[in-house]
């Protein structure tokens, strides 16, 4: 059974960075593409970045240049490095994760860590 857990997140002053970080255990044969994803209050979920096994990313374009996304295949982890935070970047913040494990394929969602960008 793979399992899902994410970090970080919390409170911080406009212009402030946070790091999340999420991890993958469990009987992980490999991890197809690890994302992060935002919901903000009253909006629905939407992505922030992803990126692939061959570490190809997709950024939302609000945070282009801001928000960089990371992974170790060694470790099954991701992080989410967000800097100059905004306002607008408050939001329940979800890790997903989609790989195979030796006999199926799994799609996880983590337990979402909140960020709340404010003075």
């Known amino acids: 059974q793979v399992q899902l857990v994410e970090s970080g997140g919390g409170l911080v002053q406009p212009g402030g960075s946070l790091r999340l970080s999420c991890a993958a255990s469990?009987?992980?044969?490999?991890?197809?593409?690890m994302g992060w994803y935002r919901q903000g209050p009253g909006k629905q979920r939407d992505l922030v970045a992803l990126?692939?096994?061959?570490?190809?990313?997709n950024d939302a374009d609000s945070v282009k240049g801001r928000f960089t996304i990371s992974r170790d295949d060694a470790k099954n982890t991701g992080s989410l490095q967000m800097n100059s935070l905004k306002p607008e970047d408050t939001g329940v913040y979800y890790c997903?994760?989609?790989?195979?494990?030796?006999?199926?394929?799994?799609?996880?969602w983590g337990q979402g860590t909140q960020v709340t960008v404010s003075s």
């Open positions: 997903n994760v989609r790989g195979r494990t030796p006999d199926r394929d799994f799609a996880l």
């Open positions: 469990g009987s992980i044969r490999n991890i197809a593409v």
């Open positions: 990126i692939t096994s061959g570490d190809n990313t």
